[in-house]
């Protein structure tokens, strides 16, 4: 319950929130360094605050005695599309795959229509996140990012990456799940498409936005979100729990209530409530 | 570990999930409490988390921060602003920005007329959202204060958005957090307080400047609260000179400003649009025996020359009152609330609102006025 509501109230609300909402919800066109900075304050943010509640949910049915499924399998240290799905929202993500995928023909019944499966299956699991194009469009992307990930498979089946090809495509996952984000976070798509120019470079002449400390700030925080990521990619928190020095456990645990306390969550409701 | 671990496509030491099982029901998960000695670990880490809140209270109290001192939250304006329609309906309201909030001392109101106003005026915020609706509200039948600083009563500013509507939907689970806030931290601890949050005290470092960002000084802690709203000036923006500056230095960002419009709207317009508003409030209230009164508290210096530069007196307070048929007081017309000091030009010190509250009570029971027919 500490780690899930350090997550929430702390990454989430308190660090992350602010800087995203800075670029994304103000007119101002933001160039490069500020368009990466907001989206990738958005993709911890939406991390820490869903993961968060998850975490939080789990200790708490542990506290009374249930033992609740994973959520979230570190995701950030997904290297491609299925294997990120299979890491992020586990519970909607099974399902959608159970309940549409699988119905719709899954891969069973010739390429065309796994295909279709597909960009079926993601476009609604966009539209389940609210009446909005952007929405659909962020389930889109992921469909074609996952049909792409199947064509590559198949033509180059039998690669096996080594550790450096594999960082590699693990931050080219990530990279590409930030574009995702954008039009998830973007209330319109001129919005989407202005941070997606600033990130690409083309918003020339941007005034800077984002202030030294929230650059700063984003960067750490979204650093050791992805190596912590990468370094649990394998592995269970109970694991890793085993193996930490039990003073560095303790005094851990110490400094993530003090800073849950001291950051005075100011009650920002869930993201994933609204949806 | 038992079956709960896997050495499927998810890899050695990975708790199975659905995930990992296409067309199969969830699996039944398994959570083995790591063998560690949790109790000793959680009682050193209970131990260190509270002597590190010790050291921060005490490092905030030192400051001069105090307790208690209530959070001007949401739900504590919902919680008045609920008394409207659960019997004291026919009280004195006010509503307004920062100064009124400031600057009507609701103990020394109580003591001169018996009763103590209902405070709904919220800083940062043009007073025209809780105008409308007290206006929309059949309960209430009281006499309405509105006080008007110039520069958010005339161009519709609004710190807080949604207050009205969170006052009439707040949430059961927003309701209970609330009380618990007022009830078991606000009153003992100085450091809660969104000035001394984490993430806004390491925001208000001497951060290295990134050249070409334009970012304002945020407005720092300026006032402490009463379980009832009741607000007065902290005694550190009166009696600390190095605080005061920086109070000072704050607002005289505000003063290099052109006039604020809306789009292609000049700022007269939209303040027209905001009388026009207020005119139809007043008149919706008035029908209903409400008697309405306009406020124009003190403020000096710098700050003045700002506002009278900004929104002239014969363009805005003027035409209010002659618009609405509201009537009105005005700091420049009565000798009485002249003369006071305002540490940083804005509002009064508590001791000086004090004063201020004991001379404006006749005022205002003086411009009491019939009920429209």
């Given amino acids: 319950m500490t780690l899930g509501l350090f997550q929430k109230v ?79 929202h586990i519970t909607l993500s099974s399902w959608l795959r159970d309940y549409l995928y699988i ?127 990468a370094a649990m990619r394998r592995r269970t928190l109970e694991s890793m729990l085993t193996a930490v020095p039990v003073p560095l456990l303790a005094s851990t645990w110490a400094v993530m209530l003090f800073a849950i306390v001291i950051t005075q969550g100011s009650g920002n409701a869930f993201i994933y409530f609204q949806f | 570990m038992p079956s709960s671990t896997s050495s499927s496509s998810a890899g050695a030491g990975v708790r199975l999930t659905a995930a990992d099982r296409p067309g199969v029901a969830q699996p039944v998960p398994m959570r083995d409490i790591p063998p560690r000695p949790w109790r000793g670990i959680m009682l050193v880490a209970a131990t260190i988390a509270l002597l590190l809140v010790g050291a921060w209270e005490w490092h905030w109290r030192t400051f001069g921060v105090v307790a208690p001192d209530y959070n001007n939250s949401n739900g504590e304006w919902a919680i008045q602003r609920r008394r409207v329609d659960s019997g004291d309906g026919r009280q004195t309201v006010i509503v307004g920005s920062s100064r009124l909030l400031f600057d009507l001392q609701l103990p020394v109101w109580e003591r001169l007329t018996g009763t103590r106003p209902i405070q709904l005026a919220m800083e940062g915020t043009s007073p025209m959202f809780a105008l409308e609706d007290l206006a929309k509200d059949p309960h209430f039948g009281g006499r309405l204060l509105v006080g008007v600083d110039p520069d958010l009563f005339f161009t519709g500013r609004e710190n807080r958005e949604g207050l009205a509507k969170f006052a009439r939907d707040e949430t059961p689970s927003q309701r209970s957090g609330e009380w618990l806030s007022r009830t078991l931290l606000e009153p003992y601890f100085a450091f809660y307080d969104s000035d ?67 789009g292609a709207d000049s700022p007269q317009t939209v303040a027209d ?49 002659a618009r609405s048929g509201a009537r009105g007081i005005h700091f420049e017309d009565h000798p009485q609330l002249q003369g006071y000091t305002l540490p940083e030009w804005s509002h009064l010190s508590r001791s000086e609102a004090r004063r201020f509250t004991a001379a404006l009570v006749p005022l205002v029971d003086g411009t009491r006025t019939p009920a429209a027919p």
């Fill in chain 1, 10 to 88: 702390v990454l989430a609300d308190g660090f992350l929130a602010s800087p995203a909402e800075t670029i994304f919800d103000n007119d101002a066109a933001p160039g490069a360094l500020d368009a990466w900075i907001g989206t990738l304050a958005f993709s911890g943010q939406i991390f820490c605050d869903f993961a968060g509640y998850s975490t939080t949910a789990i200790g708490a049915a542990l506290c009374l005695g249930f033992t609740m499924p994973d959520n979230f399998r570190f995701p950030y240290a997904a290297v491609g599309f299925s294997d990120f799905w299979r890491r992020w």
């Fill in chain 1, 103 to 229: 119905p719709l023909g899954g891969n069973r019944h010739g390429e065309t229509r796994t295909y279709l499966a597909l960009m079926g299956t993601m476009l609604l699991g966009g539209l389940w996140h609210g009446a909005s194009w952007t929405f659909v469009a962020w389930g889109g992307i992921h469909g074609l990012y996952l049909s792409v990930k199947r064509l590559l498979r198949t033509r180059f089946h039998g690669y096996r990456p080594g550790p450096l090809a594999m960082l590699v495509l693990g931050l080219l996952t990530y990279a590409l799940v930030n574009i995702t984000w954008v039009f998830f976070r973007a209330h319109t798509f001129g919005k989407a498409w202005q941070v997606l120019r600033g990130m690409f470079g083309f918003n020339a002449g941007a005034a800077p936005i984002l202030p030294a400390w929230p650059l700063l700030s984003v960067a750490v925080i979204i650093g050791g979100i992805v190596l912590a990521h």
């Fill in chain 2, 196 to 262: 001394y949050a984490l993430p806004t005290v390491l925001k208000r470092q001497p951060w290295p400047r990134r050249d070409g960002v334009r970012s304002m000084v945020a407005v720092r802690k300026l006032f402490v609260q009463d379980a009832d709203r009741g607000t007065a000036m902290w005694s550190k923006v009166e009696h600390d000179p190095v605080y005061n500056a920086l109070a000072k230095r704050i607002w005289t960002q505000f003063f290099r400003l052109p006039p604020r419009g809306i």
């Fill in chain 2, 273 to 321: 649009r905001q009388i026009g508003r207020a005119v139809q409030a007043v008149a919706t209230m008035r029908a209903r025996g409400v008697e309405v009164v306009f406020i124009r508290s003190p403020s000096t210096g710098p700050f003045l020359d700002y506002e009278n530069r900004n929104y002239p007196r014969a363009t805005t307070w003027d035409a209010l009152l």
